[in-house]
C-alpha cells in the first residue's frame, strides 16, 4: 500500500450451479487465502453465489434465500478478514430481482450495490429513494446502484462498482471520486470476446483515468447456451496489468497492484470535470506492505512490443517531417542548416530534415550539413558525419573552428591549458554562430539537435546548442533516438548500404559533445561518465517528473526495474543528481526553441512550466527517507 500502491485480485472459483451455500464456502476460502497474500481488493464474478446461468430458477424463493444465508456464512467467517471484498449474489428488493455485489470487510456488509433494470434509463435522480433493508441479518442503506467505498486512512483509495459490460456508470462513479472501479460481469465466450473484452478494458480505463478491473464467470456454468472462461482483467488508465486469459488453468490468479497517487496526480493536471455528490460508505483498511508484481518497464519509453515501437517510430518520423515542413513554409526559408556531428542526436535531427526534403520535394542540396571539428573531434564521428551526408545527398560544409575559438579565448584572456566549462562552451557557442550565420545566408532556418533528456538535465551550453531556430528532436528521449535511428536504418534506408553501415557505426559511437581533447584518436569525454546513465535518466524524467512521482517512490521503482543493472548506491547518487540539474537547469528549458510535443511527458515551454528559482530542497529532503 506504500506509494498508493493497492495489491488487487480478481478470482473465479468454480462454483456448483445453484448451490449457494456450497459456492459460500469457496468464497470463504479465496477471501482468507487473499488475506494471507496481502490483497486489498477481491473481485468475484456477478451472482456467484448462485451461477449467472441458472435463468428463471434465480428468482426462485429457494436460491434467494440459500444466497442470503450464503452471504450470512460469508460474514460470520470472515470476521478477521481486513479485504473488501466484492461478492456477486441475487437480490430481492422492491418487488423486483436484481443481480447485486455484497461489499464486505471483516465480516461486516459495508454495502449492497445493485444493477438497473435499465441501463439506457438510468438517472441519478433515482439515488433519492434510499430505504433502509435487512439483509443478510444487517441493516442497511441499499442505493439503486451508484456507491462509492471510500477508505478514510488511505489517501485516494475510492472504489466504486459497477455491475456488466453493459452499464454506463463508470463516469459517474468516477465523477464522484472513484479511482478504482470494480466490475463483475457475466460475458460468455465468442470467437472474438476475448479481444473484444481486453480492448474495452483498457480503452474505458483509459478514458475514465481509473483502475478497473473486470472479474467474469468459470467454466463451471451452464452450457446449455454459453460457455464461459474466467477471463479476467486488471487495467489501469489504459494498461493492461494483470489477465487471466479465457480457459486458462495453468495461471488462474489475476493479481497486481493499481496506484491510485499516479491516477489522483494525473487527474489533477486534467482539466476539471463537474463534481457529482453520491451515496459514500467509509472504511479503515489496515495498511500493510505491498509486494510490487506488476512489472515496472525500465525503458518507459520504448514500447516492449517490437510491432508497436516500429509503428511508433516510424509515426515520429511522419510527424515530425509534417511539422518541419510547416514551419519552413510559414516562415518562407529556403534552407535547413544544421550542425553534423556524427553522433546520434545530430544523426537523427539530419534523417527528419531528408524526409521533410522529400516531402516537400526540395532537392536535398537545400540542407546545409556543417561539420565543425575543434579541439576534441575524433576521425571516427567526423567520417561518419562526412560519409552520412554524402550518401544522403545533402550539401556538407566544414568550418574548422579551431582557429576562431583559440583567437576568443585569448581575447578574454583564457588560457587553453584551462580545459574548464569556459573552455568547452566556447566551441559550442561559436558552432552556434556558424550555424546562426550561414542560416541568415542562406535564408533557411537552424534546426535543433539537443533531445529532451539533454533539456532535462540542463546539458547544454546556453546559447550555444541549447538555441535554434527549430528543434525537432525535443520531446524525444535519449533512449528513443537510438531506436529511432536504428528503425531507420532496418525501414526507410534498408537495401542503402552506404547509409546503413554508418548509421550503424554512429549507433555504436559512445556519447560524447567532443569538446576536450581527444587521446590517440579515442573519445575522452564521455557524457554518461559525467551525468550519469541516460536509462536511468529517462527512467527518472518519465516517472518523477512526467507521473508525478515522489522521489522515494521513484527510486523504489528504479531499484526493481532495473535489478541487477545498477544497484541501490548508484540509482540514488544518479537520482539526486537528477534532482539537483533539473531545478537548477529551468532557466535553459524556459528559452528554448519551438518543437512539438510527441507523448505525454514533454518539457516544451507550452507543456511544462515551472519558475528557473524553484527550489529542489523538499524532492532531496524526500529521497534522504529511502536511506
Known amino acids: 500500500m506504500k506509494d498508493g500502491f493497492i495489491k488487487v485480485k480478481a478470482v473465479s472459483p468454480d462454483i456448483i450451479l445453484g448451490s449457494p451455500l456450497q459456492n459460500a464456502d469457496l468464497v470463504i476460502k479465496e477471501i482468507i487465502k487473499a488475506e494471507d497474500e496481502g490483497i486489498s481488493i477481491l473481485a468475484f464474478p456477478e451472482l456467484c453465489l448462485c451461477g449467472c446461468s441458472l435463468g428463471d430458477l434465480i428468482s426462485s424463493e429457494m436460491i434467494l434465500s440459500a444466497s442470503e444465508s450464503g452471504l ?72 439503486e446502484a451508484l456507491c462509492l467505498i471510500e477508505c478514510e486512512n488511505i489517501p485516494n483509495l475510492v472504489i466504486g462498482c459497477e455491475i456488466g459490460i453493459a452499464s454506463t456508470l463508470g463516469s459517474t462513479l468516477v465523477g464522484g471520486g472513484a479511482t478504482i472501479i470494480v466490475n463483475p460481469c457475466a460475458c460468455y465466450e465468442t470467437v472474438t470476446s476475448e479481444r473484444d473484452l481486453l480492448e474495452y478494458a483498457k480503452v474505458k480505463s483509459k478514458r475514465l483515468n481509473c483502475g478497473y478491473v473486470i472479474c467474469n464467470p468459470s467454466t463451471k456454468e451452464s452450457t446449455s447456451r454459453y460457455i464461459y472462461s474466467g477471463h479476467n ?73 517490437s510491432v508497436y515501437l516500429l509503428k511508433k517510430c516510424l509515426r515520429i518520423f511522419e510527424m515530425e517531417k509534417i511539422a518541419l515542413a510547416r514551419r519552413l513554409e510559414a516562415s518562407y526559408s529556403k534552407s535547413m542548416v544544421i550542425g ?55 550539401t556538407l560544409k566544414e568550418v574548422n573552428i579551431s582557429k576562431a575559438v583559440t583567437q576568443h579565448l585569448e581575447d578574454i584572456g583564457h588560457s587553453l591549458d584551462q580545459r574548464d566549462v569556459t573552455y568547452e562552451n566556447a566551441q559550442a557557442r561559436e558552432r552556434t554562430q556558424v550555424l546562426m550565420d550561414l542560416a541568415n545566408k542562406t535564408n533557411g532556418l537552424v534546426i535543433g539537435t539537443g533531445n529532451m533528456s539533454e533539456g532535462a538535465l540542463g546539458w547544454s551550453t546556453y546559447n550555444g546548442d541549447q538555441m535554434s531556430m527549430y528543434n525537432v528532436n525535443a520531446s524525444i528521449p535519449k533512449t528513443l533516438v537510438k531506436k529511432l535511428v ?62 508525478g512521482f515522489k522521489p522515494s517512490k521513484t527510486y523504489r521503482l528504479a531499484k526493481i526495474a532495473f535489478d541487477g543493472e545498477y544497484d541501490g548506491d548508484t540509482i540514488y547518487k544518479w537520482l539526486e543528481k537528477f534532482i539537483k540539474r533539473f531545478f537548477s537547469q529551468q532557466f535553459k528549458r524556459t528559452a528554448t526553441p519551438d518543437g512539438i510535443t510527441l507523448g505525454s511527458v514533454s518539457l516544451g515551454k507550452y507543456d511544462f512550466q515551472m519558475p528557473s528559482d524553484a527550489c529542489a530542497q523538499a524532492y532531496l529532503d524526500d529521497l534522504k527517507t529511502v536511506k
Open 340 to 394: 553534423i556531428s556524427g553522433g546520434l542526436d545530430s544523426t537523427l535531427a539530419l534523417l527528419t530534415c531528408v524526409e521533410c526534403a522529400d516531402y516537400l520535394g526540395w532537392e536535398r542540396e537545400k540542407i546545409i550539413a556543417v561539420t565543425m571539428p575543434c579541439f576534441g573531434t575524433t576521425e571516427r564521428t567526423k567520417n561518419n558525419a562526412i560519409s552520412l551526408c554524402t550518401a544522403l545527398g545533402v
Open 72 to 143: 450470512e456464512k460469508i460474514l460470520r467467517e470472515t470476521e478477521n478478514t481486513r479485504v473488501i471484498a466484492f461478492v456477486g449474489l441475487p437480490l430481492s428488493y422492491l418487488g423486483q430481482v436484481y443481480s447485486a455485489v455484497a461489499v464486505i470487510q471483516g465480516g461486516s456488509l459495508v454495502a449492497l450495490v445493485r444493477k438497473p433494470t435499465s441501463q439506457s434509463g438510468y438517472t441519478l435522480k433515482d439515488e433519492c429513494r434510499m430505504p433502509t433493508k435487512s439483509f443478510a441479518g444487517r441493516d442497511l442503506i441499499v442505493p
Open 486 to 547: 536504428d528503425t531507420y536504418a532496418r525501414t526507410i534506408a534498408y537495401g542503402n548500404d552506404s547509409i546503413t553501415s554508418v548509421l550503424r557505426d554512429v549507433l555504436d559511437t559512445p556519447i560524447s559533445p567532443e569538446l576536450l581533447p581527444h587521446n590517440n584518436g579515442e573519445i575522452a569525454q564521455k557524457t554518461e561518465d559525467l551525468v550519469g546513465p541516460y536509462d536511468l535518466h529517462d527512467f527518472f524524467l518519465y516517472n518523477m517528473i512526467g507521473r
Open 233 to 305: 482483467i486488471i487495467c489501469e488508465n489504459g494498461s493492461v496489468l494483470a489477465e487471466k486469459r479465457p480457459f486458462d488453468r495453468k495461471n488462474p490468479d489475476c493479481v497486481s497492484e493499481i496506484d491510485v497517487n499516479y491516477l489522483t496526480t494525473k487527474r489533477n493536471k486534467q482539466e476539471k470535470n463537474s463534481f457529482t455528490a453520491l451515496p459514500t460508505v467509509h472504511l479503515f483498511l489496515e495498511e500493510i506492505e505491498t509486494t510490487l508484481t506488476r512489472k515496472i518497464n525500465p525503458y518507459p519509453f520504448v514500447e516492449s512490443n
